[in-house]
């Protein structure tokens, strides 16, 4: 059953594109939420490479896995340039994949 299982997840997987990356599509997959999956994820982090740099990336991934810490960082600095650009890439990952 297990063997059975293993392998739909890997044609599905290929069927998909296969695997994911960068540090917020990785992030995304990793999460463990039911709508997370490649097309989705590979999505996010398309968006993010357009709107993020690679430093901004790897802060938004953190925040998949703690969202406690992206509340916590919007309430320290709203205007700033991080959570400003970070607001722009969820839009652009808002309209991207849906």
Not at 32 to 43: E, G, I, M, V
Request: charged share 25%; net charge positive.
């Amino acid at each position: 059953m297990k063997r059975t299982i293993i392998l739909a997840s890997l044609i599905a997987l290929s069927a998909c594109g296969g695997r994911v990356t960068g540090e917020v599509g990785k992030a995304c997959m990793a999460a463990d939420r039911k709508a997370a999956n490649p097309t989705l994820c590979s999505c996010v982090q398309r968006a993010a490479d357009a709107t993020l740099t690679s430093r901004e990336q790897d802060r938004a991934a953190t925040f998949f896995d703690n969202p406690q810490l992206a509340q916590d960082t919007r309430k320290a600095n709203p205007s700033g340039r991080f959570w400003t650009r970070y607001k722009e890439f969820s839009k652009t990952a808002k309209r991207m994949c849906r």
